[in-house]
């Protein structure tokens, strides 16, 4: 069974960095798709970032593009997520979301791991003003 455990959220100021860690266990890294998602409350679910292994390219939303980037590593089963220059509007429960066996650019495979992905439980990332 594929779990899914993210981390590394906290409270930090505007301007601050963050890197989240999402575990996978029960998982081959084989051309994968993985991808972070975020909620604040009362907003709809946002896809914030994703990778796919099979073309090595990347993904991310407009708001976080040159500040957040993600990346993998296979040996340690875990994908991770620098936040850099956080804002306020960042502030979220953030998600990753796991899928193996894909293959695609990111873009194509965001649908794949909402409807077949694996999910974690979340970590709050809280930015202050």
């Known amino acids: 069974e594929v779990q899914l455990v993210e981390s590394g959220g906290g409270l930090v100021q505007a301007g601050g960095s963050l890197r989240l860690s999402c575990a996978v266990s029960?998982?081959?890294?084989?051309?994968?798709?993985i991808g972070w998602f975020r909620q604040a409350p009362g907003k709809e679910r946002e896809e914030v970032s994703s990778?796919?292994?099979?073309?090595?390219?990347?993904c991310y939303v407009d708001s976080v593009k040159g500040r957040f980037t993600i990346s993998s590593d296979n040996a340690e089963n875990t994908v991770y997520l620098q936040m850099n220059s956080l804002k306020p509007e960042d502030t979220a429960v953030y998600y990753c979301?796991?899928?193996?066996?894909?293959?695609?650019?990111?873009?194509?495979?965001?649908?794949?791991?909402?409807?077949?992905?694996?999910w974690g439980q979340g970590t709050q990332v809280t930015v202050s003003s």
């Open positions: 979301a796991a899928k193996n066996r894909v293959r695609g650019t990111c873009e194509h495979l965001i649908p794949f791991l909402i409807q077949f992905g694996s």
């Open positions: 990778i796919s292994s099979s073309d090595g390219s990347t």
């Open positions: 029960g998982f081959t890294f084989d051309d994968y798709a």
